[in-house]
């Protein structure tokens, strides 16, 4: 039964506990205060819960450097508070899914310790050595202008260590079979401890096997289909969400030839375009991503996002491309990172609340499921006087009390955001829940509304021609009832003329208006669309005729 494949409509909400909600008064956000958010985040319509690594870690890479992978860190808790949390999540219907961080670990997880102590120590060979110096050891780095080299000398080892990122981080041999069974044995203790499933962290990264000097690193997709297995024995309905900005042409091979792959992948491929239409106004390249992304597997989903907790990623444009979505969204040097993306938070870089709702409007829409990132619900801003990318990972903004409302600690894990258009005594969720035309109240209602549009998770869609290109349609259909759902991303205002293939009806519904568009006597359909506009139709709706009898 599709209905079954939950994740392809749910609504994910992504947050890094650190800065969510600090209960103890430490400074650092931690188990029970997530606890006590979770009707806040029940009541915005939030079904799943992705965390970000929360296990011990000397915390230099934001906790994607883990030291031990069966525990929670301190200044978040116990596992008890963890478990407690679980509970409660659960009694609210709400899933977690939390990092899976296997590519690499901490320089200080006792299994490098011991790996470095002697070319014969038993989880030597966990890790990636040369004796040698690599001659491409400079080259490949995930973090260009903060990370030198992928591979460092040791002088405990004696020996090189290979790193796809930091060098604190480093990479995991994969090909050992001890490491996949490792990697299974972490996967089997959460989802004991009732997790919904993993976002893997670097998928592409932890399939590559390196080699000192090799060009173009072999990749085992069959690791994947051997996790996934794992994986569905354990719990039948758990999925993995790959991290893998890759190639359109490269998914497949992610997904699996036959769905036996991982269930999820960011579309960060999308992502890049959407991001250059918000730009432009230009939705051709949009559907040009869309096309060639077009899953065909009745398994697998995309996972659709506008920020996360890292850059904006947008190398995979063209650079004539890239270069207009710098100009528009971070055009100065210190917006920038890793020669690559751009480091501030949605509401920053649209700086209106029209193509704010135009973006999420939108991301709801797209083919796969809504990841939202915590804050972006009241559109936080983002502090770009703090290091790379914690920029966007200041405290989450509960209220216009000292702190934010986050913590009762004078020093906090980052601090908050306390001046300008964006600081929480004007950004915050106690007051915009008391506000009706609020963003976050705008946000709930899309939220409800795209989970009555089961659709999108589970039909089929098709690009409309809308004949204007600044905007993008898009029609679904799943089980007799379909939606017609469009984008203007002009300044200025369209009316476009639609000609739908209704079987049924010959009426538009809007969804988030008093209106009801009907056919012309050509069966087209006249919308209007104003400047930032979105509009959501339902197309036809055969439920009330199912019991009926009618097919
Ligand atoms: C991807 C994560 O999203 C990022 O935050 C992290 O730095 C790297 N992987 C390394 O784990």
Not at 81 to 95: C, L, P, S, Y
Not at 181 to 191: D, F, Q, T
Not at 227 to 256: C, H, S
Not at 426 to 441: F, G, T, Y
Request: with cysteine; hydrophobic share 35%; proline share 5%.
């Amino acid at each position: 039964m599709i209905q079954d494949l939950w994740y392809k409509n749910s609504i994910i909400y992504s947050l890094d506990l650190e800065t969510f909600m600090d209960l103890n008064g430490d400074g650092v956000g931690d188990f029970e205060g997530l606890t006590r958010r979770l009707d806040y985040l029940h009541a915005l319509g939030v079904d799943t819960i992705w965390l970000a690594p929360f296990q011990p870690s000397p915390n230099q890479d934001n906790g994607y450097d883990i030291k031990d992978y069966y525990g929670v860190d301190q200044r978040h808790g116990s596992s008890g508070n963890f478990v407690e949390f679980m509970h409660q999540a659960n009694r609210r219907g709400i899933k977690v899914i939390i990092d899976l961080v296997i590519n690499h670990t901490s320089d200080e997880h006792p299994w490098f310790q011991d790996a470095r102590s002697s070319p014969d120590a038993k989880h030597r060979h966990w890790y990636v050595w040369s004796d040698k110096k690599p001659s491409d050891s400079d080259e490949g780095m995930v973090f260009p202008g903060v990370q030198e080299s992928t591979w460092t000398y040791d002088k405990k080892a004696k020996a090189y260590y290979f790193h796809r990122f930091f060098k604190f981080q480093p990479d995991l041999n994969m090909d050992n079979d001890e490491v996949r069974e490792e990697a299974k044995r972490i996967m089997g203790y959460w989802l004991q401890l009732g997790v919904a499933g993993f976002r893997v962290d670097a998928v592409p990264f932890i399939l590559e096997t390196p080699a000192p000097g090799a060009a173009q690193p072999q990749m085992k997709f069959e690791y994947l289909k051997e996790f996934r297995k794992f994986l569905q024995w354990r719990k039948g309905d758990a999925i993995l969400l790959g991290e893998a900005n890759v190639l359109p042409e490269e998914t497949q091979k992610y997904f699996g030839e036959n769905g036996d792959g991982i269930q999820m992948m960011f579309n960060f491929y999308v992502n890049q375009h959407v991001f250059y239409t918000l730009a432009t106004a230009d939705t051709e390249s949009l559907i040009k991503a869309l096309e060639a992304t077009r899953n065909t597997l009745p398994t697998a989903q995309w996972a659709n996002f506008l920020r996360n907790h890292d850059e904006l990623d947008i190398d995979r444009l063209p650079e004539e491309q890239r270069q207009k979505v710098f100009d528009r969204f971070g055009p100065e040097e210190h917006m920038q990172i890793y020669e690559r993306g751009i480091r501030r938070r949605l509401s920053t870089m649209l700086g209106n609340r029209a193509q704010s709702e135009l973006a999420y409007s939108l991301m709801f829409s797209l083919p796969g499921t809504p990841v939202i990132r915590y804050g972006d619900e009241i559109g936080m801003g983002d502090d770009l006087s703090l290091k790379e990318r914690d920029a966007v990972r200041t405290p989450m903004q509960w209220s216009d009390d000292p702190q934010a409302g986050f913590s009762e600690s004078a020093k906090l894990v980052h601090p908050v955001v306390d001046k300008g258009p964006y600081a929480y005594q004007h950004i915050n969720v106690e007051s915009q829940k008391r506000n009706p035309d609020s963003l976050l109240n705008w946000m709930t209602s899309l939220i409800r509304l795209r989970k009555e549009c089961p659709e999108i998770g589970w039909g089929e869609w098709k690009i409309l021609q809308t004949g204007v290109p600044q905007v993008l349609g898009i029609m679904y259909t799943w089980q007799g009832s379909s939606l017609v759902i469009l984008h203007n991303f002009d300044e200025k205002a369209h009316e476009v003329i639609l000609k739908i293939d209704q079987k049924h009806d010959n009426k538009l519904v809007d969804l988030l208006q008093d209106y009801k568009s009907m056919a012309e006597n050509d069966g087209t359909h006249r919308v209007t669309m104003d400047a930032y506009g979105y509009r959501w139709f339902r197309a036809s709706d055969l439920s009330h005729m199912l019991h009926r009898g009618h097919k």
